[in-house]
């Protein structure tokens, strides 16, 4: 029988009138806690629409999250094996 995991993340957005900030907070079956963030800047001359400065700030802290996640794996493997792990995005 397969077993179901669930991990989940979690979003969260903030802005001012020059920049979005993103926090992309995952949660692992044993509440382990990753985060990776991100931000964008809108350019003054830009017309303001925030919806572009929230997908921007999102990608970038997915992003992060994601390298963060393939480093914390490359660590678990290093620990069981005792030899380097060269992992890649």
Do not use: Y
Request: charged share 30%; proline share 3%.
């Amino acid at each position: 029988m397969t077993t179901a995991k669930r991990w989940d993340v979690h979003i969260f957005i903030d802005e001012d009138e020059s920049k979005t900030r993103a926090e992309a907070r995952l949660v692992m079956g044993d509440n382990t806690q990753l985060v990776g963030t991100g931000t964008a800047r809108r350019n003054p001359r830009d017309m303001n629409v925030p919806e572009i400065g929230d997908e921007l700030a999102v990608a970038r802290a997915l992003s992060e999250l994601s390298h963060r996640l393939l480093h914390a794996a490359a660590e678990d493997i290093e620990g069981v094996t005792r030899q380097p792990a060269h992992l890649e995005a």
